[in-house]
């Protein structure tokens, strides 16, 4: 009876293999791969918002982020699922990064950042954006995808008004502390403060170039952008005051940018924006010689932060020589030292034709800012003047304490009826 019944099963049980293999219904081994239709409606979404401007066709990345911890560019999204789960995943996109790390902390912030699309993609769209971006990663020991080099068209939301802040949100945020935002002057609208667009150029060529560097006006030192257009910027609202005399100045005729000197996103100083610590440093990337000579003994409180290179110079241009603020040499001293001014009963011609006849304005290792040491100093002029001109013993009264000044103390220049030798 048993036989039987095993007789009757076998052909049953053979012909239900048959049909469940015919039908396709036996159970593969492997895991199942994203369903195709969430990963292309994914694709359109990663299209859509415009993910492909930074991240690439395909998140393949690679457009340069200047001084990103990510090797100075928009990191690849090819192997996502590696680096994140699909919860964390969701979070990064709908806040996303809380900030770029910097490759140079002491640099500038990186430009680009990933916005925050809390309140633009639904809950459907992130989720088939995820399966998108998971199909991405290519499987172990297989090659990447190629990536197609025709890109679709930027979308239309990165074209409104104010879009800068999408890509460059960060940047934009810092912005909002710095003394230009808000500026009358550059107001673009009734509901507009300062936009970017005020000194960069047209933001929409430059984002309907999905960011092409080379659309919008750029002031870092390696950017192709031309002197002219970058001082041209500065110049439509700072054109009047201290720079009224910029066009053909010194610092202008030698190819000086405004961005040389001042740092407008991220500004070292906390006055005027300079691009060092303060105006000193500032002035001395270039004048290096003046910076080793207020090292020297006998210098003005530069160092002391009583004095600044401006106090005497106007860097933006003056019709003086030497770009000093004042027409000649002297006037410019007797802001401070208004004692030698004058006029004198008998004054010294050398001290009335230009103080740097014996002083070195920017430091000197003799004391008062003397060119030279006394009696040196005198006997330049006074060769054969009544005394005798031979080397002289510290100890002799030609020489010792102020030499010549211990007679003659009032060089430069006496009221005294007697004082026309300048004796006291």
């Known amino acids: 009876m048993l036989f039987r019944r095993l007789e009757l099963w076998f052909p049953f049980s053979v012909c239900m293999v048959v049909i469940i293999v015919s039908l396709g219904f036996v159970p593969r081994m492997t895991a199942p791969r994203e ?17 492909f401007v930074c991240h690439g066709n395909e998140g393949s990345g690679g457009v340069r982020n200047r001084n990103s911890a990510t090797g100075g560019v928009v990191t690849a999204l090819t192997y996502t699922s590696r680096a994140f789960n699909d919860a964390d995943l969701k979070e990064r996109i709908i806040k996303g990064p809380s900030l770029v790390k910097k490759a140079d902390p002491r640099g500038s912030m990186p430009p680009l950042s990933m916005p925050a699309f809390r309140g633009l993609i639904s809950d459907a769209e992130l989720t088939d954006l995820v399966a998108y971006l998971r199909s ?7 090659e990447p995808k190629v990536v197609s080099q025709e890109r679709p068209p930027v979308p239309e939301y990165m074209l409104a008004k104010n879009n800068c802040q999408i890509c460059h949100n960060l940047v934009t945020e810092n912005f909002k502390s710095n003394p230009h935002h ?24 430059h ?12 002031f870092s030192k390696e950017a192709s952008t031309s002197i002219t257009e970058k001082n041209t910027a500065c110049l439509q ?13 010194t610092h202008e005729s030698k190819s000086l940018a405004c961005v040389d000197c001042h740092k407008i996103m991220e500004p070292a100083s906390a006055q005027k924006l300079f691009t060092k610590i303060n105006e000193l440093e500032t002035c001395f990337q270039c004048h290096q010689q003046r910076r080793a000579q207020l090292q020297r003994s ?6 002391e932060g009583k004095m600044k290179c401006t106090d005497c110079h106007n860097p933006h241009g003056t019709a003086n020589d030497k770009l000093l603020t004042e027409a000649t040499v002297n006037e410019n001293c007797y802001k401070c030292h208004a004692d030698k001014r004058g006029p004198f009963l008998t004054e010294h011609p050398p001290v009335v034709e230009n103080c740097l006849n014996c002083h070195e304005p920017h430091g000197s290792n003799h004391e008062k800012l003397l060119v030279v040491d006394r009696p040196r100093l005198c006997q330049r002029c006074h060769i054969e003047a009544r005394h005798p001109t031979q080397p002289q013993l510290a100890t002799a009264r030609f ?26």
């Open 298 to 303: 006998s210098h003005m409180p530069f160092r």
């Open 207 to 218: 984002a309907a170039g999905y960011g092409d560097p080379e659309m919008i006006v750029r």
């Open 35 to 51: 369903d195709d239709r969430t990963v292309e409606q994914g694709q359109r979404v990663f299209e859509r918002y415009g993910c």
């Open 182 to 205: 808000g500026a009358n002057a550059t107001l673009k609208g009734d509901d507009e403060g300062i936009v970017c667009t005020t000194c960069h150029g047209d933001g929409n060529r």
């Open 399 to 424: 020489a010792f304490n102020r030499s010549c000044q211990n007679c003659h103390s009032q060089i430069h220049g006496s009221n005294s009826p007697s004082g026309v030798r300048f004796h006291r």
């Open 136 to 142: 991405l990663t290519p499987e172990v020991d297989e």
């Open 237 to 249: 609202c700072h054109e009047k005051g201290i720079r009224l005399y910029w066009k053909g100045s």
